[in-house]
């Protein structure tokens, strides 16, 4: 379920940003984080790191 909360933040902030007129650069940095977050998560959870 905290994962949701990002989720919905993350679209928010997306659509503010399209409705300002800064959606592709916006997305694009988004995109950016949320692989970088995914590989961390993954990075973590292979490695065997504790929470």
């Known amino acids: 379920m905290r994962h949701l909360g990002f989720v919905l933040?993350?679209?928010?902030?997306?659509?503010v940003a399209v409705a300002s007129g800064n959606g592709p650069?916006?997305?694009r940095a988004l995109e950016?984080?949320?692989?970088r977050?995914?590989?961390y998560?993954?990075?973590?959870?292979?490695l065997g790191g504790r929470r």
């Open 9 to 15: 933040t993350a679209i928010a902030i997306v659509g």
């Open 25 to 27: 650069v916006m997305v």
């Open 32 to 35: 950016t984080g949320l692989a």
């Open 37 to 39: 977050g995914i590989g």
């Open 41 to 46: 998560q993954i990075a973590h959870e292979l």
